[in-house]
């Protein structure tokens, strides 16, 4: 099973309420019963309480419990539904209760690299960014985590995918533009210094490509082929400047959905 990141913006008084009372209902499919089935080292009644005094004593899994019971009861309560419907279902469902679901990345890569410019934010910052954070905090990152992998995509736009045409690079240009605009400039600062430090590893890792491009080329007729073993180094580095360069679009995603938005965060990691 693929690791899932799901982001909630997260009402407390609205969960102290009508959170504890869906998870308190006794229906057919309880959230006591799907905890006491489901978990060993998480309690029904240890969440209510915590819920009722503060929700963000949670933990992650703790969280990640109750999103899953979500989803489990909306699947059992709507069989029929098709994908896009019964998503619509879930997130109106959690979001009368204050967890408004509202992105989620659904892959390992996408997953792993988020976390991977996390954790070099954090080492800028000397600070950590909890699970659960105002969205001040998180913006701040997003401002550092977009002008990065901007100028990762900007780099590849000239070094890997050879680009012509530079209206993407004014895209991320546009973009890293209004993240200074908006009180960014320190966080451009850093992402410029970490693109710094990692530039001549990413250049090095263009310059191992062209062998690899040429064994592709002599393959093309062949319906399957198998990778040469010397290959695998390479094959794994382009993966990973790649997939985290791609990690903007997430980061922009994510931008949009938050810079006017002034609660607390949310990130329910699913592993």
């Not at 949670?58 to 009861?73: C, G, P, Q, V």
């Amino acid at each position: 099973m693929s690791e899932q990141l799901y982001f909630i913006k997260l009402d407390e008084n609205k969960a102290k309420i009508e959170l504890s009372k869906r998870l308190n209902s006794e229906c057919d499919f309880s959230f006591r019963a799907y905890v006491d089935e489901n978990y060993e080292d998480i309690k029904f009644q240890e969440i209510i309480s915590k819920i009722s005094e503060n929700i963000d004593l949670l933990t992650n899994d703790e969280f990640l419990s109750i999103y899953h019971w979500f989803r489990a009861k909306n699947k059992l309560d709507n069989p029929n539904l098709d994908y896009r419907h019964s998503k619509d279902l879930l997130k109106q469902s959690m979001t009368e209760c204050g967890l408004e679901l509202f992105y989620e990345s659904p892959s390992t890569s996408q997953v792993r690299k988020f976390h991977s410019i996390m954790s070099d934010y954090e080492c800028h910052i000397e600070s950590d960014i909890n699970y659960l954070c105002k969205s001040v905090e998180f913006n701040n990152f997003l401002k550092y985590g977009i002008c990065y992998t901007g100028e990762l995509r900007i780099f590849l736009n000239k070094k890997y995918y050879k680009e012509l045409d530079n209206k993407y690079d004014l895209e991320f240009e546009q973009k890293i533009d209004e993240i200074i605009l908006n009180d960014g400039k320190k966080y451009r600062t850093m992402a410029l210094t970490e693109f710094i430090v990692t530039y001549k590893y990413n250049l090095e890792t263009i310059q191992l490509l062209p062998p690899l491009r040429e064994f592709e080329k002599s393959m093309r007729d062949n319906e399957s082929y198998s990778y040469p073993i010397e290959f695998n180094p390479i094959l794994e580095r382009e993966r990973d400047l790649v997939s985290l360069a791609w990690v903007y679009d997430d980061l922009v995603v994510l931008w949009e959905e938050l810079k006017n938005y002034t609660g607390t965060v949310l990130m329910i990691h699913d592993c």
